[in-house]
């Protein structure tokens, strides 16, 4: 389906997103965009680590198959988006991964907070779904493709 | 004849052995007439005034009254003729003379009435007060007149002495307090603490003023700072006290008010964050569906149906920029605002050329004061000048001719800047309700806005404590002018 960026077989974005209306409306604008990177999709924080550093429900995933990029909400059940970040931070196995803060809190604190904490990156959702989409553009165009991550395993 | 000369003689005599004994006397004496002229000085006055006698007869009395009390003696001395009788003045108020090289000398004076040949006079004898008992006459005043307790106790801790302040204060009577010990006015709390310092100072151990609570005869407490010093000699505690009560009150007012301010902003943290997170997402979900809605299934609508969801997605949108601009203007009045030199020319610039950018199509005559310096905060300063330009701007549109104009008045001497419009301007009827949030005077079909922009700059204006003002006609355009209490004098 893709024509536009190709993706290896195991590259991954993980999408930490509890609302069911901005999963599905991200979704279709990484769609829209022609990113056509598989999109793992977690619904909290806890979810959301459990994954990352395999435990809990997915204590069976190799946690050295670290997604490209993580896009994380910051209110999150069970575990809110700076404490994921943080406990990411802490993991030497997702030391590295790219995070780029995907919330609707355009709150100053929030965002210091976000950068102080170790995110890459730090994106306000627009209401405006084609400002959002082409924010998902420019988002999927850096990270996936002009920026150059570190060789995944470093640490 | 003969009987006359015979009183006359007599009393000529009874003159002579009068002024006699007047220069016998070592005190010092004065007779003055009803006109308040010295008639007779004994040869005292000049150790006392340093005049000799014969200097200050036929002089008026003034010349040894210093100022302020100079100016109405003359009043005074009235006073005394119209009900003469003998009085001793400088006791209760200090009185001082003033003498021949102008030096003060302070006095204490017994005026009698006197009958004389040539009316009534009034005798004053004139005593000098020693240094020392001027001293302790000036102390016993402070005493009886501070509105600060003083209290004298033995070491043993009985109270020997209180100034009426005491009894005033505390309620009780003096001969409830003396005779007492002093732990018996203090609250129980504070008894240890009192005690330990009463011996410290018996053991020659100084301190700072302490805080201590002290029993009222109501049964309630009042808060004072005791000083107290020990008097070897004597054997004597002097302690003062003041009365902090009002002023501790006062700051437990102020300090639970600063806490309901601090909870409040919590509060309205708390609420404006999840204000900003959680109404935008069904917002964005609105917004996203329906474009999706025209995407997807577009060509199962007609024009009609698509304008509907256009709809939908413009009132997503502009109720996303109403939450935005809320959070902005709660935002704003929770800053203390810096003082910092703000250019507000560039600011004005700045919002113009992005107007501009906008509508490249319009074409606004602007004309921009040049180098408008202000006191102030920069951010906030920059977005009352934004709102007040774009409402310019926007309030302009209709015209073919619009004219912006930015610049600095002074009213009643202090700056005051002003954005005036020659656009549709307002009723100056409804002015009242033109810097309410949410308050709208126009149409949103004619202006799009969202009511918050004029909340916004009013806010800004008062947290720098100037003022705010509009002046406007309908169709003649607007003028908006603004201080800043941040200002220097000039």
């Not at chain 2, 007779?40 to 340093?50: D, K, L, M, W, Y």
């Not at chain 2, 200050?56 to 009390?69: F, H, K, N, S, T």
């Not at chain 2, 609508?301 to 959070?327: K, N, P, T, Y």
């Amino acid at each position: 389906m893709s024509t536009g960026l190709r993706a290896a077989e195991d590259d991954f974005i993980l999408l930490v997103e509890d609302n069911e209306d901005d999963v599905d409306l991200t979704l279709r604008a990484f769609d829209q965009v022609q990113i056509a990177n598989r999109i793992v999709v977690v619904r909290d924080g806890q979810e959301a680590l459990d994954f990352l550093h395999a435990t809990g429900i997915h204590a069976d995933r190799d946690a050295s198959h670290t997604p490209q990029i993580v896009l994380l909400d910051l209110k999150l059940p069970r575990v809110e988006g700076l404490e994921v970040l943080r406990r990411m931070r802490e993991d030497e196995r997702t030391r590295l991964v790219p995070v780029v803060i995907l919330t609707s809190s355009k709150h100053e604190e929030d965002l210091v907070a976000g950068y102080i904490g170790g995110a890459n990156s730090y994106v306000c959702k627009p209401v405006d779904m084609l400002q959002f989409v082409d924010a998902v553009r420019q988002l999927g165009l850096y990270w996936l493709i002009l920026n150059q991550s570190a060789p995944r395993g470093t640490s | 004849m003969d009987a006359v000369e015979t009183t006359a003689q007599r009393r000529e005599g009874h003159a002579h052995g009068f002024r006699a004994a007047l220069e016998a006397s070592p005190a010092c004496l004065l007779m003055v007439d009803r006109d308040g002229v010295i008639r007779i000085a004994n040869a005292s006055v000049r150790e006392t005034f340093g005049y000799a006698p014969e200097e200050l007869v036929g002089q008026p009395i003034e010349i040894l009254v210093p100022e302020p009390a100079r100016s109405h003696h003359s009043e005074l001395r009235d006073a005394y003729f119209r009900a003469p009788d003998e009085r001793c003045l400088g006791k209760a108020r200090a009185l001082s003379g003033v003498r021949k090289d102008g030096s003060l000398v302070p006095l204490e004076l017994r005026l009698q009435p006197i009958e004389t040949e040539d009316g009534l006079g009034a005798m004053a004898s004139v005593f000098e007060i020693s240094k020392r008992r001027q001293l302790e006459s000036e102390r016993d005043r402070i005493f009886e007149l501070t509105q600060d307790l003083i209290a004298v106790n033995g070491p043993d801790g009985v109270l020997e002495r209180v100034n009426p302040a005491v009894v005033e204060t505390l309620g009780f009577r003096e001969e409830e307090l003396v005779g007492h010990l002093f732990v018996d006015f203090i609250h129980p709390d504070d008894r240890a603490a009192s005690l330990e310092r009463l011996q410290d100072r018996l053991d020659g151990r100084g301190g700072a003023p302490a805080e201590v609570r002290c029993l009222c005869r109501d049964g309630s407490y009042r808060d004072f700072l005791w000083s107290t010093t020990f008097d070897v000699e004597r054997k004597r505690i002097y302690a003062v006290g003041h009365d902090i009560t009002d002023r501790k009150r006062e700051e437990e007012v102020l300090r639970q008010a600063t806490l309901s301010v601090q909870a409040m902003n919590k509060e309205l943290e708390a609420f404006s964050y999840s204000i900003s997170h959680d109404l935008r997402a069904p917002l964005r979900a609105i917004d996203g569906f329906s474009l999706a809605l025209l995407e997807d299934c577009g060509d199962a609508l007609d024009a009609r149906g698509r304008e509907h969801l256009s709809r939908v997605r413009r009132a997503a949108q502009r109720m996303s920029a109403l939450i935005e601009d809320l959070l902005k203007l709660s935002r704003i009045s929770r800053r203390e605002p810096k003082e910092e030199r703000v250019d507000l020319s560039a600011i004005v610039e700045d919002t113009i050329r992005e107007l501009r950018e906008s509508e490249p199509a319009r074409h606004v005559d602007v004309r921009i004061a040049r180098d408008v310096v202000a006191r102030g905060d920069a951010g906030l300063l920059a977005v009352a000048l934004q709102n007040l330009v774009e409402n310019a701007w926007k309030y302009t549109s209709k015209r073919e001719d619009a004219e912006i104009e930015f610049g600095r008045a002074f009213v009643d001497g202090d700056p005051a800047y002003f954005v005036r419009d020659n656009g549709v301007g307002f009723d100056m009827a409804r002015a009242d309700r033109l810097f309410g949030a949410f308050q709208r005077l126009h149409d949103a079909r004619d202006f799009q806005g969202t009511g918050i922009g004029l909340a916004t700059v009013q806010r800004v204006v008062n947290l720098h404590g100037g003022r705010l003002w509009a002046d406007a006609a309908v169709d003649e355009g607007a003028q908006f002018t603004f201080t800043l209490g941040t200002e220097p004098q000039r």
